[in-house]
């Protein structure tokens, strides 16, 4: 009897699995993009549960997933200071919650680092932190390899998505993961522009108040399949009482309903995308990167949205342009201006020269304060480029203009004091030989 049962399982298990992968492939047969993903991050021992309560049932209700960013051993302390070794692992309140919205279909959970502790200030940004970025290749295995058997081990299935915390790594962090078997890393669009033909990277392109302009910017570039990731933290709802507090739960859940309720908007997890099969690879990442680090905003094609590699050419072409023609209005600028200034005298061009330059060295100082250049501070930077290479070149006009007149005017001397010999000479001749006649 129970090879009987056996066999008639086996007809029920593998119709089951037939019809979950038809619902699969029927899934991403109806994705539309743009494609929006909501990811919360901060998922520790000291978030507010109440809050998190709250977004469980938003998502449930909606019947959407929302990727959570989970802290597997949150510092006891101000996450401020460097190498705190007071941990706090995750409770088993925040666990329950963790397994009832994964049951419900609400959550999504990704591993937010080890610990949210900063080891040391990045070498970048005004005040920036990391807890990957410049830490050695096996410390971070270690550290990774820790925080995902715990959260695996706790919710019982594999872990797909890494969230460094600050959206900070390095080159040794894309190693690890890879090493770990973790295949996608989220961080922000901005970050370090990593390397690897395995892992996907799927950053975040704008937060809450942002996320319904990026949706509808996005709707006019359907082609390059945009996908905007919305980036939101405890500290963002006016129930954590932070000052930094932006939106209450109950205007959160009415953008969450109005998002999904747009039929041509597909609302998905971290995951759901990697599923897809869409390009997730580092050039599409530096392509996104060199645009929205390096582009106005007026040249990109959408804003907030994480394009194809294809739909950045066009905006880092312009941008590029853009730069070139900022270079050439500070040189036609600065030379009208010194033209006018050098006819009188060849001082106010050099004092030009001298200013533009100590002008454009202690701006990019200034810019270069925090090690890192926005793409207004680069058009600034270009522009006075091209007015000092201006200066210089009206200056070194001026001054051979100048010596050649005064070379000019020491030959026409000599011409002069030359001629006047002659004639003497000539005259003197001619008197001689009018004094020999007359002697004959």
């Known amino acids: 009897m129970q090879v009987l049962s056996r066999g008639r399982r086996k007809p029920s298990l593998v119709l089951a699995i037939l019809l979950s992968a038809c619902t699969f492939c029927e899934h991403l047969a109806a994705v539309t993009y743009p494609v929006a993903v909501f990811r919360y991050d901060d998922f520790g021992a000291k978030s507010p549960l109440v809050i998190e309560n709250e977004i469980v049932r938003i998502f449930s209700a909606a ?3 929302c990727t959570f960013g989970v802290i597997p051993f949150e510092v006891a302390g101000d996450y401020r200071v460097p190498h705190q070794d007071d941990l706090i692992p995750l409770p088993a309140p925040k666990a329950d919650l963790l397994r009832q919205g994964v049951r419900l279909g609400a959550i999504e959970v990704a591993l937010h680092g080890f610990s949210h ?3 040391a200030r990045q070498k970048w940004g005004s005040d920036r932190f990391t807890e990957f970025g410049g830490v050695t290749f096996r410390e971070q295995v270690q550290k990774v390899s820790r925080g995902k058997s715990f959260v695996e081990e706790m919710l019982n299935r594999n872990l797909r998505v890494f969230i460094p915390p600050w959206n900070s790594y390095d080159s040794n962090t894309v190693a690890a993961i890879e090493e770990l078997g973790l295949p996608c890393i989220s961080a922000d669009v901005l970050s370090y522009p990593g390397r690897s033909k395995k892992i996907k990277f799927l950053p975040t392109t704008c937060e809450l108040l942002g996320f319904e302009r990026a949706i509808e910017t996005a709707k006019s570039v359907r ?5 905007i990731v919305c980036l ?6 006016l129930e954590s009482g932070d000052a930094r507090a932006r939106i209450s739960c109950a205007q959160f859940e009415a953008l969450v309903n109005g998002v999904c309720g747009q039929k041509d908007v597909s609302v998905l997890s971290l995951g759901q995308v990697l599923d897809l099969g869409v390009d997730l690879s ?3 990442l530096r392509a996104n990167r060199f645009m929205y680090r390096w582009a106005p905003p007026l040249l990109r094609p959408a804003q907030g949205a994480y394009l194809l590699s294809k739909g950045c050419l066009r905006a880092s072409l312009m941008t590029l342009l853009f730069y070139v023609s900022s270079f050439t209005v500070g040189l036609a600028v600065s030379l009208g201006i010194s033209a006018r200034l050098s006819k009188s005298h060849r001082l106010p061009a050099r004092f030009a020269m001298y200013s533009t330059g100590c002008g454009l060295l202690l701006f990019l100082t200034y810019a270069l304060r925090a090690f890192y250049l ?5 058009a600034i930077s ?4 091209g007015a000092f290479l201006a200066t210089i070149v009206s200056w070194q006009l001026r001054w051979r203009t100048h010596n050649d007149g005064e070379v000019n005017q020491a030959c026409s001397l000599t011409r002069g004091v030359g001629g006047a010999t002659g004639l003497s000479s000539a005259a003197g001749a001619v008197g001689k030989e009018r004094s020999d006649e007359e002697r004959k």
Do not use: K
């Open 63 to 65: 019947g959407v997933r």
């Open 117 to 119: 502790g900063t080891v």
């Open 223 to 227: 082609q390059w399949e945009p996908i």
């Open 232 to 237: 939101f933290h405890p500290y963002d709802f």
């Open 282 to 284: 580092d050039a599409r």
């Open 374 to 378: 926005t793409w207004r501070a680069a």
């Open 382 to 385: 270009v522009f006075l480029l």
